[in-house]
């Protein structure tokens, strides 16, 4: 018969050798949902002013991705 503390040993050890394993074939082999999603980005952007602007800084939201840093202008 296996005692209540045997079996929580033995849980322990089983949670410490299958989180590593879990991890490790999640991370070689992803699910095909990691890479199954889409992603649609809009900005508008708009300046007016009634007088001279000088010296300005505008902070502007871009996105950076992998399809950007190939082609700087294919998205602009």
């Known amino acids: 018969?296996?005692?209540?503390?045997?079996?929580?040993?033995?849980?322990?050890?089983?949670?410490v050798v299958l989180v590593p394993v879990?991890?490790?074939?999640?991370?070689?082999?992803?699910p095909d949902f990691a890479y199954s999603h889409t992603s649609t980005y809009s900005y508008t952007t708009s300046i007016s002013t009634n007088t001279t602007i000088e010296n300005a800084t505008f902070?502007?939201?871009?996105?950076?991705?992998t399809d950007v840093d190939a082609d700087a202008a294919s998205d602009l």
């Open 1 to 15: 018969m296996v005692s209540s503390k045997q079996l929580l040993v033995i849980g322990v050890a089983l949670l």
């Open 22 to 30: 879990a991890a490790v074939g999640f991370l070689f082999f992803p």
């Open 59 to 65: 902070h502007l939201p871009f996105p950076a991705g």
